[in-house]
């Protein structure tokens, strides 16, 4: 196998610091076994998976299991054949069980003993061979569903809203692709085909009884069904309650435990481990409650159905003794009897565990379809067209937008950008200024009023056109486990490695990165924890120059950087915005001084707008602000 030289991917990096530090790479001596075994993996080809905003889920709120198998109708057809065959070939068993003592051993006969015998064998062994055919088939069919499924969830995820990650617990979401996809999985595989074989092993021997005696099986009938009826509503009432309640909170458990681990850093800054492991006590606690639950119902209602069972075996022993003496019965005839009704229970016994299988499948389609059934807040217009190239000129008209309905953030806002205009906004905080920001790369679409580029509204236009033409830079920017030149290439996955390099060297990064023992290969962890956080901006900004968008939104970082760090991500700035319209938002009054408009928001409005020179000579809000930035900036200087 050879591997991908500098093809950009982060495996090769690490190999490529196999001789250095601090990645040891893989030991030569077990280089060759690592080959041998990846010569023998199977090819996957690269997908062909596409994505557009407007495709929606094909049976989204709708969908059930029956939809799920659909397209492996032929696999599932073959696999009911083949518990048709599994369960027929397994109940010959006391049929044949009945002719070897009543024509064996009573008749005397030895061939019919040897017969017998040989057609037993042989019902062993299809209904071994018929097993183990239905287990690959259906294995096949719930590993294919389940992939199906795993795509189409994690496709939806992409299409949703901002909002929808806002409202819904990352853990919670991760409950979805996880244990819900599994419980699912395990219904296809086993569940399925364990109902159908012991519903038809029910119905068998149902059938089989009536054919041996009437009256005895009539008998039977009367004696349990009741019972077992009865037993069985309450389970089923008792049963879906419980598993309710686990599913719920087993979505807490793992909420509470993503976000403890996501928030590793402040919990241990702030010294909240005790707390924490009383509030995971308290989640965990919830969902043993709901598992003890669980089992109570199941520990009832299994030896329950056990004693109606030998109390139904018991008195049919004690009436087919009577019938057998008679001469209404042969011995043979009764034993089998007995069989088929051990073999009636069987499948009431095993039910338990069904329904398990079957409740926690069932709950986790009504999540999922929950899941795959939600629109996105910002939906595809049916009729939107893609937006020209960009030239940059920004509307709000009237805008008006909040979070929640009755909570306005952005109240009847107009404000003109024009064309290669850099906009800095500044204003307390909470004022509305992302949320400016968020209008315009439509990660939410205003509630009242119109946010326009070069006249288009943007609810009318194609989501990926717009946003292709859109750079964002995020207060935190997020770096992606992988390599630097990944890192840098995101928006442009095609770029060339001189792009990647142009843009470094444009935000002032590229020294940093010449002076790294694998340079662009330099494998970045998780969320870029392993650079400062001002190498993270600057590759933040370094990723929207190589993207070269016609308009800008800059989240600037509230974090406090050395003096020589913000001198450099100023420079990049100073870059980054040449030629083109941007929104600034401004925490620093330094980065806005330098804007060509000021736009000072406060409670949702502009409250003032001008250059910086006319803004402190008009002696408002922003000369306030200036005032006391200058006053601040003097005393730290003393
Ligand atoms: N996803 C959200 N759901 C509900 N309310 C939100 C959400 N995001 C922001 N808000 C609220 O909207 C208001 C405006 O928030 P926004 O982030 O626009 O303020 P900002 O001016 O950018 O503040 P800062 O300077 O602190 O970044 C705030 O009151 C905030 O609490």
Redesign the pocket.
């Given at each position: 196998m050879t591997w991908p030289g500098g093809g950009g991917n982060a495996f090769a990096a690490t190999r490529a610091g196999a001789g250095g530090l601090p990645f040891a790479g893989i030991p030569p001596e077990l280089q060759d076994g690592v080959d041998k075994l990846l010569a023998t993996e199977p090819e996957h080809p690269e997908p062909t998976a596409r994505f557009a905003h407007a495709r929606k889920d094909p049976d989204g709120a709708r969908l059930s299991l029956r939809r799920l198998v659909r397209p492996y109708w032929a696999l599932a057809a073959l696999a009911g054949l083949l518990v048709v065959l599994e369960t027929a070939a397994y109940q010959a068993g006391p049929a044949l069980t009945q002719i070897g003592i009543d024509q064996g051993i009573t008749g005397h006969s030895m061939t019919a003993l040897v017969v017998v015998a040989v057609l037993y064998l042989l019902s062993v062994l299809v209904t071994g061979l018929a097993s183990a055919a239905r287990v690959m088939v259906t294995g096949r069919i719930a590993a294919s569903v389940m992939n199906d499924l795993r795509v189409r969830v994690f496709t939806q995820l992409q299409r949703l809203s901002?909002?929808f990650f806002?409202e819904e617990k990352a853990g919670v979401i991760m409950t979805r692709m996880t244990s819900d996809i599994e419980n699912l999985q395990q219904l296809v595989q086993d569940g399925l085909v364990q109902f159908a074989i012991q519903g038809l092993t029910m119905a068998v021997v149902t059938v089989v009884l009536f054919a041996y005696d009437v009256k005895l099986a009539l008998i039977t009938l009367l004696l349990v069904v009741p019972a077992l009826t009865a037993a069985s509503l309450w389970f089923h009432s008792a049963s879906s309650k419980g598993y309710l309640r686990v599913r719920d909170t087993i979505a807490e458990v793992l909420a509470n435990l993503s976000e403890s681990l996501q928030g590793v850093r402040i919990v241990t800054a702030h010294n909240r481990q005790g707390l924490n492991i009383r509030r995971h006590r308290q989640v965990t606690g919830r969902y043993l409650t709901a598992n003890v639950y669980t089992a109570q119902v199941n520990s009832t209602y299994g030896p329950s159905t056990q004693v109606v069972g030998v109390v139904g075996q018991l008195v049919l022993l004690v009436l087919g003794a009577g019938m057998v003496a008679d001469g209404e019965l042969t011995i043979g005839e009764l034993i089998a009897f007995l069989l088929y009704l051990g073999a009636f229970f069987q499948p009431i016994q095993q039910l338990v565990q069904l329904y398990n299988t079957y409740q926690q499948g069932q709950s986790s389609v009504v999540k999922l379809r929950g899941l795959l059934g939600t629109e996105p807040s910002v939906p595809e217009a049916a009729d939107a067209v893609d937006l020209p190239p960009v030239q940059g000129e920004i509307t709000f008209e009237r805008v008006g937008f909040g979070?929640?309905p009755d909570?306005p953030?952005i109240r009847e806002l107009d404000l003109e950008i024009a064309r290669g205009e850099t906009v800095a906004?500044v204003?307390?905080?909470?004022?509305?200024?992302?949320?400016?920001a968020?209008l315009v790369t439509r990660f939410y679409d205003p509630t009242q009023g119109r946010v326009l580029i070069d006249g288009h509204d943007l609810r009318g236009v194609g989501i990926e056109s717009l946003r292709r033409q859109l750079g964002v830079v995020p207060?935190e920017p997020f770096l992606f486990a992988g390599t630097l030149r990944d890192n840098v290439r995101f928006a442009l996955p095609e770029a060339e490695e001189e792009q990647v390099w142009q843009a470094l060297r444009a935000v002032g990064l590229a020294e940093v990165v010449e002076r790294m023992p694998n340079g662009l290969d330099t494998v970045v962890q998780e969320r870029g924890q392993s650079l400062s956080s001002g190498e993270r901006q600057l590759v933040a900004l370094a990723r929207a120059f190589l993207a070269q968008p016609r308009v800008l939104v800059l989240?600037e970082a509230?974090s406090n950087l050395d003096r020589s760090s913000e001198t450099r991500i100023e420079a990049a700035l100073d870059v980054l915005l040449q030629g083109r319209t941007a929104l600034l938002?401004a925490?620093r009054l330094s980065t806005a001084m330098k804007a060509d408009r000021i736009v000072v928001?406060d409670g949702?409005r502009v409250v003032e707008t001008g250059s910086h020179g006319e803004l402190v000579a008009a002696g408002g809000r922003y000369a306030e602000m200036f005032q006391t930035w200058t006053d601040q900036s003097e005393s730290t200087k003393m």
């Open positions: 901002l909002d806002t979070y929640q909570l953030v906004f204003g307390p905080t909470g004022a509305g200024k992302s949320t400016l968020k207060q989240d509230t938002i925490h928001v949702g």
